[in-house]
């Protein structure tokens, strides 16, 4: 498949650990986050998003933590899966517009 | 439901050509988004259009336009290819309640250009 990203940080994990993907984003006017998994060949899906009046939301396997004091967002992937290897996208929004500014990316790569 | 669905898959032009790009949105989104994926600049978000208007605009030059139709099919055009424009061009769309997107965006499998 493609290359979606050269220079990309990289988190190497080995299968069935938790992988924990940080990002910091830069507008403290931003009230929407959303991630997103971008698979080798695909263009990025959603995977969970969060609004800035609440600081931790869960989805199957995945929890999103928000700390709007340091502006920073993480993503936790629990019991990490071959499967789960792709680049990870923290994506931001201001005031309702919904065009969101998206982060570089991390690549996450799942080792068996 | 169908995805997003965009052609070419992969193109490959000349300097100086121009290229049409289209793009298909899920059935009832009314709002389709262009983004520029390249290695060194990540996501960049070209232009967002909603009924056919042109409602949002990221910083490129004119060489990049695009329009949507009624039937909420969208085209960019990148006229005067220069080797910079070599990238993913991923079109994404969008539902929404009274004219305010919902969030979400689903993307494309994107249209891959090679500028030679």
């Known amino acids: 498949g493609e290359s979606v990203g050269l220079h990309l940080p990289t988190l190497s994990v080995q299968e069935g650990d938790n992988s924990i993907i940080n990002c910091a984003y830069s507008?403290?006017?931003?009230?929407?986050f959303i991630w997103y998994k971008q698979e080798s060949g695909k263009g990025p899906q959603f995977i969970i998003d969060?609004?800035?009046?609440?600081d931790k939301r869960q989805g199957q396997r995945v929890t999103v933590l928000l700390n709007k004091t340091v502006k920073h967002l993480s993503l936790q992937i629990a019991a990490t899966q071959p499967g789960d290897s792709a680049v990870y996208f923290c994506?931001?929004?201001?005031?309702?517009?919904?065009?969101?500014?998206f982060g570089r990316g991390t690549s996450l790569i799942v080792h068996p | 439901k169908a995805g997003v669905t965009q052609t070419p898959r992969y193109l490959i032009k000349t300097r100086g050509q121009q290229v049409t790009l289209s793009c298909s949105p899920i059935?009832?989104?009314?709002?389709v988004s262009w983004y520029q994926q390249t290695p060194g600049q990540g996501l960049q978000f070209l232009f967002e259009?909603?009924?056919?208007?042109?409602?949002n605009k990221g910083n490129f030059p004119g060489r990049f336009s695009g329009r949507q139709f009624s039937n909420s099919r969208s085209e960019m055009n990148v006229s005067t290819l220069e080797l910079g424009d070599s990238a993913l061009y991923l079109c994404?769309?969008?539902?929404?309640?009274?004219?305010?997107?919902?969030?979400?965006?689903?993307f494309g499998e994107g249209s891959r250009l090679t500028v030679l």
């Open positions: 994404a769309s969008s539902s929404a309640v009274s004219g305010v997107n919902t969030g979400e965006l689903f």
């Open positions: 507008n403290s006017a931003s009230d929407y």
């Open positions: 969060i609004r800035s009046n609440m």
């Open positions: 994506a931001e929004n201001i005031g309702g517009s919904y065009i969101p500014t």
């Open positions: 059935s009832g989104h009314r709002s």
């Open positions: 259009y909603f009924s056919e208007t042109q409602r």
